[in-house]
């Protein structure tokens, strides 16, 4: 295959950042089909329109996802990438790996695939980019037999579920996130390497409010840590940093001089419900008042640590702008302890799961996120399929419909009544 | 579910045979039993694939289903 000129492309070398056209040059020296990859490109920046087509009846056998088919609609001029699917495989939990499985895969893929790669794609996959159809089955072969190593999730099916690195490395994981990543994604194989659904469908877990997964915002499902006691307070810690003897965000913002650490300014005055104040050199909490937003924990990390009584919150339905604009996802259940029953699952998680499922598989449209569902039928018929009573949280601003539309059997008698009767009691 | 597996197995496959659409969603099919919950269809529908009836179609976010031979590859479009 021979090499393209490629004079747009090349401008993408010349700024501070290191460049995909570098690694895409380099890489060809190896896969020479990657000269066509930039040569596809550069012409696509030329017409100003992608040269590729998606989708396909490509995969391998018993599995309905994971492989994304991709092709060239120029495979004259680029024969290298005529065939140039995606494969994703399903990372293992919060993306801990050795070096030695990372060298595997990657030999892996420079044996039957361009080399490529994407570390790590939304759903936190690993991707590996561009190879022919011919080579998915021994591909898939060597992965699942000599790595240990699954596909992941594409398609109308359960995407590959992800998680923070969790208690694993951090001190405010509220639950285990990796345990309960690890145990939904054995429990739901068959929705995640078959479709089940009327579009994808996202799990996503963050062992606290920081989020680390941005599980609110990307996914369908997401389980974010929280604690439903007070946050722990060492008032000798307090102390110290407004003496100046321990560094505020445990030194994240380090690079710059900010001047002497100032608890009003920094803590207090920046609490989104005012819930803070001090009493002479002690710090006080309104805890009825917390949102969890995580500000005074992040910067006091010594002083100030999650409550005790810890669990999840979960949320439904965050979604990308393809239709009506992003969204984020809506808390639907406001505390959950996240615990393994005696068989090792985490059946109230799993039922919470499964409800939002049986519905939205029943009067989801096609191509319809959950998110988009709850938003078209509202907010109180789905609380009603979750069987949870609405709660002031569940709105972002004070009701603006004056009425009250009460269901039949939430009303004294029902909606039968005596007309006579209710005559001679009332002004005719 | 008024159908039993395999007559609606068959009822699916009759529709992505000889339907108007080449390719259908997971919902298209709801109607071939509407007394069947929608795992139990998807269920059926994912046996045909397996059994080599029917294919998978993906544009990478959405998944379709043909019967076999009758959805177009992109290679081919």
Redesign the interface.
């Known amino acids: 295959m021979p090499k393209h000129d490629t004079p747009l492309l090349d401008e993408l070398e010349k700024g501070p950042w290191p460049s995909f056209v570098t690694d895409l040059k380099r890489q060809a020296e190896k896969k020479p089909e990657c000269f066509d990859i930039l040569g596809q490109l550069e012409l696509s920046f030329r017409d100003k329109i992608t040269h590729w087509k998606h989708g396909g009846i490509v995969g391998v056998f018993g599995y309905g996802g994971g492989i994304v088919g991709r092709y060239s609609d120029v495979p004259d001029r680029f024969p290298g990438v005529a065939h140039f699917h995606t494969v994703r495989l399903n990372q293992p939990s919060s993306k801990f790996y050795s070096s030695a499985k990372l060298r595997d895969i990657c030999n892996l893929w420079e044996k039957y695939g361009s080399g490529m790669t994407n570390m790590h794609g939304s759903t936190g996959d690993l991707v590996l980019l561009g190879t022919t159809t011919p080579n998915l089955e021994p591909l898939f072969y060597e992965l699942t037999h000599d790595l240990n190593q699954d596909l992941g999730g594409s398609g109308s099916n359960l995407r590959t579920p992800e998680c923070c690195l969790g208690r694993a490395r951090c001190e405010w994981g509220c639950y285990d996130t990796q345990d309960l990543c690890h145990t939904l994604t054995m429990h739901y194989q068959d929705e995640i390497h078959r479709p089940a659904f009327p579009y994808k469908f996202k799990f996503k877990f963050s062992g606290c409010p920081n989020d680390c997964v941005a599980a609110i915002a990307r996914s369908d499902f997401a389980v974010i840590g929280t604690w439903r006691d007070d946050i722990r307070i060492d008032q000798a810690a307090v102390k110290g940093y407004i003496k100046g003897d321990f560094i505020p965000n445990a030194g994240a913002h380090s690079g710059k001089d900010w001047g002497k650490f100032d608890i009003k300014k920094e803590v207090l005055d920046l609490c989104p419900t005012e819930c803070m104040w001090m009493e002479g050199d002690t710090l006080k909490i309104d805890n009825s008042e917390c949102t969890r937003c995580m500000h005074c924990i992040n910067v006091m990390p010594r002083a100030l640590r999650p409550g005790l009584k810890q669990g999840a919150t979960i949320c439904v339905g965050a979604k990308a702008p393809i239709l009506d604009g992003a969204q984020f996802a809506t808390m639907t259940i406001p505390f959950l302890e996240v615990k393994k029953n005696e068989d090792g699952e985490y059946a109230e998680v799993v039922e919470v799961i499964e409800k939002i499922w049986d519905w939205w598989m029943e009067v989801g449209k096609n191509r319809e996120r959950v998110g988009e569902t709850i938003m078209r039928v509202g907010l109180p018929t789905f609380l009603k399929v979750m069987e949870v009573t609405p709660l002031p949280q569940h709105i972002k601003e004070p009701r603006s419909n004056p009425y009250v539309f009460w269901q039949e059997d939430e009303v004294e008698g029902g909606f039968e009544r005596d007309i006579k009767e209710f005559r001679k009691r009332n002004a005719q | 579910m008024a159908l039993s597996k395999d007559e609606l197995k068959a009822a699916i496959l009759e529709k992505a045979l000889n339907g108007p659409k080449a390719q259908l ?4 099919f709801y109607a071939c039993d509407p007394e069947a ?3 139990d269809v ?1 269920n059926a529908a ?1 046996d045909l ?2 059994e080599g009836k029917m ?9 379709m289903y ?1 019967a076999k031979g009758r ?1 177009k ?3 081919h ?1």
């Open positions: 969603y997971v919902k298209d919950g929608p795992r998807k994912n694939v397996k294919d998978f179609w993906s544009s990478g976010s959405t998944t043909a959805a590859d992109e290679e479009r």
